[in-house]
């Protein structure tokens, strides 16, 4: 456990610091906030609970975060508190461009500075689409300060052509459809009118719904509260409740790195398994483990995934949509049911996992399996290794197609997302269905941002065939409502000089998923020969935050964190403010 798990409560509150001294310098703390009209009552002695709201009218997922953030207020009230509202950078999947995950880093910075900077006992952490829940947990980890994570539920399913549809999996199945002419442009319209009928994040086993119950299982959230429907009012219930629990982490002084143990990421990992998760929860673990310096790497998530079977039966791993595995239990009944395989941790919520969970209803045996009579017998995302990925890929075994699984292909290689716009619809393109289409230049230095790109159209000559899945193999990420037989995070990526950047086009590939192994058929001399004359591509941006996040992102099998962000062992990553304060007035 790092110093910064049990940072502060042992001296009293940290605000305390800052507005509860009898001199000039509490004097003018204190005046800040009255200038905005709170009483000296409303702020002698009471923890300071700042609200990090990552609400944005361009993140339509988050665009309730202002209703949710007054039910938190009112829980921290309730318990005796000051809710302090504070706002972050948002990252919408949807509107911001080249990727979110670029720009992750840059939000977990913000969250941290902000919670180190200023006069805050806890903080309730507002987070819904795909990269705002780690953003936030990554920066309020650094930071040291006790944290509770709300997040904002599921969207409403849209309807469309009298069924239930999720966000994204869908959608991917209808572009396939309209791209193959199976579909007329009127009922694309159509679509498009019916996709996005409330707020929320994605309904299905996206990155989103991924992340945030795996937030449960680490304990940095209240127990049952990931899967509550965004418009349902229980949601807001849960915001309130989770504001007064900041208060008693503020008194009790226990860091989110309290809580973020090894125990907590096995956990963690095998509910990711159990789910059919998101393989971006791959990415985001790693991240947060390096922060919380816990030593995780991807042989731990393979160790987990050969022993936990596929239990929730939801898009794009099954059938069903966020709201289904609300009413079936949500991740409380799952984690009951994975009970024999977890470890007993601390919550947020004051009591133990085990404790929080008791109550849970059982497995309904559709929309959440048992362990006797699971989706898949094991892990939904491998692990692989091979000459074409030395530190590591990764592929969603549940989302991919059994026949594909064990498979030799000649490469088709594409030199980014530009040489794939141009060619892929190409007629004249030399390939078929036994094919492996490699896609290189989009990982976390390449893209830069390592886009979800990775899940690559079927070139529409062969979907004309009937042909729906290939093997596709790129340093990208793909969404988590994606699917297909799809190998992911290839590392070291094509743009530092990896393996994928020698491919040629026709070289034989092989996946071997039940041997863990993707290999580049090729002798390895061969494979140095080329190697040896790699020129990296020039960097996309000369200055700014796009030069430093080129000079500093880490590997895919690192969490693509920035190298300066992970946590120093054995050292707290927080400055005391103490030092700060006694001369403030040279520095106001
Ligand atoms: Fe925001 Fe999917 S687009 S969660």
Same mark, same amino acid.
């Given at each position: 456990?790092?110093?910064?798990? @049990?940072?502060?409560?042992?001296?009293?509150?940290?605000?305390?610091?800052?507005?509860?001294?009898?001199?000039?310098?509490?004097?003018?703390?204190?005046?800040?906030?009255?200038?905005?009209?709170?009483?000296?009552?409303?702020?002698?002695?009471?923890?300071?609970?700042?609200?990090?709201?990552?609400?944005?009218?361009?993140?339509?997922?988050?665009?309730?975060?202002?209703?949710l953030?007054?039910s938190v207020?009112?829980g921290?009230?309730?318990?005796?508190?000051?809710?302090?509202?504070?706002?972050?950078?948002?990252?919408?999947?949807?509107?911001?461009?080249? @990727?979110?995950?670029?720009?992750?880093?840059?939000?977990?910075?913000?969250?941290?500075?902000?919670?180190?900077?200023?006069?805050?006992?806890?903080?309730v952490l507002i987070a819904g689409?795909?990269?705002?829940v780690?953003? *936030?947990l990554?920066?309020? @980890?650094?930071?040291?300060? &006790?944290a509770i994570m709300v997040t904002g539920g599921p969207a409403?399913?849209?309807?469309?052509?009298?069924?239930? %549809?999720?966000?994204?999996?869908? $959608?991917?199945?209808? %572009?396939?459809?309209?791209?193959?002419?199976?579909?007329?442009?009127?009922?694309?319209?159509?679509?498009?009118?019916?996709?996005?009928?409330?707020?929320g994040h994605c309904n299905e086993m996206g990155t989103a719904l991924t992340m945030t119950s795996v937030v449960e299982a680490l304990g940095m959230s209240l127990s049952g509260s990931a899967s509550i429907p965004a418009v349902d009012a229980r949601r807001y219930a849960a915001a309130e409740a989770a504001g007064a629990r900041a208060?008693d982490l503020?008194?009790?002084?226990?860091?989110a790195?309290?809580f973020l143990t090894?125990e907590a990421f096995d956990n963690a990992i095998t509910l990711l398994m159990a789910l059919g998760g998101s393989?971006?929860a791959?990415?985001?673990l790693?991240?947060?483990?390096?922060?919380?310096?816990? #030593?995780?790497? !991807?042989?731990?998530?393979?160790?987990i995934?050969?022993h936990t079977p596929v239990l929730a039966n939801i898009r &794009?791993s099954g059938e069903y949509l966020g709201e289904h595995l609300h009413h079936a239990g949500g991740v409380p009944t799952l984690l009951k049911e994975l009970r024999p395989l977890l470890h007993d941790v601390p919550t947020v919520g004051g009591t133990t996992l085990f404790q929080a969970i008791r109550s849970a209803p059982d497995p309904d045996g559709e929309v959440i399996k048992t362990l006797s009579e699971p989706m898949?017998?094991?892990g939904a995302?491998?692990?692989?290794?091979?000459?074409?990925?030395?530190?590591?890929?990764?592929?969603?075994?549940?989302?991919?197609?059994?026949?594909?699984?064990?498979?030799?292909?000649?490469?088709?290689?594409?030199?980014?997302?530009?040489?794939?716009?141009?060619?892929?619809?190409?007629?004249? %393109? #030399?390939?078929?269905?036994?094919?492996? $289409?490699?896609?290189?230049?989009?990982?976390?230095?390449?893209?830069?941002?390592?886009?979800?790109?990775?899940?690559?159209?079927?070139?529409?000559?062969? !979907?004309?065939?009937?042909?729906?899945?290939?093997?596709?193999?790129?340093?990208?990420?793909?969404?988590g409502?994606?699917?297909?037989?799809?190998?992911?995070?290839?590392?070291?990526?094509?743009?530092?000089?990896?393996?994928?950047?020698?491919?040629?086009?026709?070289?034989?590939?092989?996946?071997? =998923?039940?041997?863990?192994?993707?290999?580049?058929?090729?002798?390895? *001399?061969?494979? #140095?020969?080329? $190697?040896?004359?790699?020129?990296?591509?020039?960097?996309?941006?000369?200055?700014?935050?796009?030069?430093?996040?080129?000079?500093?992102?880490? *590997?895919?099998?690192?969490?693509?964190? %920035?190298?300066?962000?992970?946590?120093?062992?054995?050292?707290?990553?927080?400055?005391?403010? =103490?030092?700060?304060?006694?001369?403030?007035?040279?520095?106001?």
């Open positions: 456990m790092t110093s910064a798990a @049990t940072a502060r409560g042992a001296g009293g509150l940290r605000s305390a610091r800052w507005f509860g001294t009898p001199d000039l310098s509490g004097l003018i703390h204190r005046s800040a906030l009255r200038a905005e009209g709170f009483t000296r009552e409303a702020i002698d002695g009471r923890p300071v609970i700042g609200v990090c709201n990552s609400w944005s009218e361009l993140v339509n997922c988050n665009v309730h975060f202002r209703a953030a007054h207020q009112r921290v009230l309730r318990a005796g508190g000051l809710p302090l509202e504070f706002p972050t950078i948002s990252l919408g999947e949807q509107l911001m461009k080249p @990727t979110t995950m670029l720009f992750r880093n840059l939000m977990a910075m913000d969250v941290e500075e902000s919670l180190r900077a200023y006069p805050i006992d806890a903080t689409c795909d990269k705002t780690p953003a *936030q990554m920066g309020a @980890t650094s930071a040291g300060v &006790p409403q399913a849209a309807v469309f052509q009298g069924r239930e %549809l999720g966000v994204g999996t869908d $959608l991917w199945r209808y %572009l396939e459809d309209y791209r193959a002419g199976r579909m007329s442009d009127s009922e694309f319209g159509q679509l498009e009118a019916a996709l996005g009928p409330s707020y208060v503020a008194h009790e002084g226990r860091a790195g309290y090894r393989t971006n791959v990415i985001h790693l991240a947060l483990a390096g922060r919380a310096d816990v #030593d995780l790497t !991807l042989d731990r998530f393979r160790e995934a050969e &794009p898949r017998p094991d995302i491998v692990a692989l290794r091979g000459s074409l990925a030395p530190d590591g890929a990764v592929i969603k075994v549940s989302a991919a197609s059994e026949r594909l699984l064990s498979h030799r292909g000649r490469a088709v290689v594409f030199d980014g997302i530009d040489d794939l716009s141009a060619r892929i619809d190409d007629p004249d %393109l #030399d390939v078929d269905a036994d094919s492996v $289409l490699v896609l290189r230049h989009v990982g976390p230095v390449g893209a830069p941002g390592m886009p979800e790109w990775g899940a690559l159209p079927i070139p529409k000559k062969l !979907l004309s065939q009937g042909v729906d899945d290939m093997v596709r193999i790129s340093d990208a990420r793909m969404s409502t994606a699917f297909g037989t799809v190998v992911l995070h290839v590392a070291p990526e094509s743009s530092v000089g990896g393996p994928l950047a020698a491919v040629r086009s026709g070289d034989p590939i092989v996946l071997d =998923v039940e041997s863990r192994l993707i290999d580049l058929d090729v002798p390895r *001399q061969e494979i #140095d020969r080329r $190697l040896s004359g790699f020129e990296p591509p020039p960097p996309l941006f000369g200055r700014g935050y796009g030069a430093m996040h080129a000079a500093h992102v880490l *590997q895919a099998d690192r969490g693509c964190d %920035l190298d300066f962000l992970v946590a120093v062992p054995g050292e707290t990553p927080e400055r005391d403010p =103490v030092g700060m304060l006694t001369g403030w007035i040279g520095g106001w």
